[in-house]
Nanobody, 126 residues
Framework: QVQLVESGGGLVQSGGSLRLSCAAS????????MGWYRQAPGAKRELVAIISDDRSGSNTNYEYDVKDRFTISRDNAKNTVYLEMTRLKPEDTAVYYC?????????????????WGQGTQVTVSS
């Protein structure tokens, strides 16, 4: 079974910075896309940033409001994805979830499966 473990959330003042980390562990044959989603109270879960890894290198995509403030990166040797968040705003307050698209084994079948972390709270005070 694959597990995603997040760390780095917390309380920060508006304009501050935080760095989230998410490490994937377990039986894996490869990790494709990794990313971060967030869910604010009463809102739907939304994509924050995603990073792919293919033969052409890593490609990134960001939600419009964060693209000039957040940076996603990954360390393939550690199966870890990071989210560097700067110039945080109160509207960034949410639970942040790590996501990974993994080539692994489920019920004895090798395939591509999606996994999610347990979520880490980010609170930005005004």
């Amino acid at each position: 079974q694959v597990q995603l473990v997040e760390s780095g959330g917390g309380l920060v003042q508006s304009g501050g910075s935080l760095r989230l980390s998410c490490a994937a562990s377990g039986k894996m044959f490869g990790v494709n896309d990794m990313g971060w989603y967030r869910q604010a109270p009463g809102a739907k879960r939304e994509l924050v940033a995603i990073i792919s890894d293919d033969r052409s290198g890593s490609n990134t995509n960001y939600e419009y409001d964060v693209k000039d403030r957040f940076t996603i990166s990954r360390d393939n040797a550690k199966n870890t994805v990071y989210l560097e968040m700067t110039r945080l705003k109160p509207e960034d307050t949410a639970v942040y979830y790590c996501y990974a698209d993994v080539v692994g084994v489920r019920d004895g079948t090798i395939g591509k499966y999606e996994y999610w972390g347990q979520g880490t709270q980010v609170t930005v005070s005004s």
